[in-house]
């Protein structure tokens, strides 16, 4: 999970959501499905409306059949699944980036087409580290450090990238 917004809201967002994880694989003897997670988070965050976690998340994970998932959030549990996806004061400047490189060029065109471009997983990396760093080219308030979760067959790895500091 990857959240933009007020630190202290996120951090115990986070404590929230790691405690009912925890109860959780207690229970039935398995970790929880993305969906499953994405779903307790939107009720988490439902549950906070009146006194809403100042935190807008994007979650990601494996589906049941393996596939990537991803599911983007506002500040009161209102949630999508969607192909990609971002939070944050870069988000305005990211999505139209990913937008131009991911989505097929028309939705007119016959036969339909995916509505996301396949990638690599270096061509993602690749697309991601480019992305972050035009965002803080123009965006002083994008972090110092990116961290690049890529989950594949052979388990989680975690890549860093320096991002320009100012």
């Known amino acids: 999970m990857a959240s933009s917004g007020f630190q202290a809201d996120v951090k115990a967002l986070q404590k929230h959501l790691a405690a009912r994880h925890l109860i959780y694989q207690h229970q039935h003897n398995k970790q929880m499905s993305c969906p499953a997670m994405a779903q307790l988070l939107s009720n988490t965050l439902y549950y906070k409306r009146f006194f809403p976690y100042y935190a807008f998340n994007v979650l990601g994970g494996l589906d049941s059949e393996g596939k990537g998932c991803v599911y983007t959030y506002d500040a009161v ?58 965002a803080t080219e123009r965006d002083i308030y994008t972090g110092d450090k990116l961290e690049i979760v890529v989950l594949n067959a052979d388990g989680i790895r975690r890549e860093y990238m320096e991002l320009r500091k100012d």
Request: proline share 9%; no cysteine.
């Open 77 to 134: 549990g209102s949630y999508e699944r969607v192909g990609y996806s971002a939070q944050g004061s870069g988000s305005t400047l990211i999505m139209p980036f990913l937008d131009n490189q991911l989505k097929s060029p028309s939705p007119l065109l016959l036969p339909a087409q995916d509505a996301v471009t396949p990638l690599s997983e270096l061509e993602a990396v690749d697309l991601v580290k480019t992305v972050f760093a035009s």
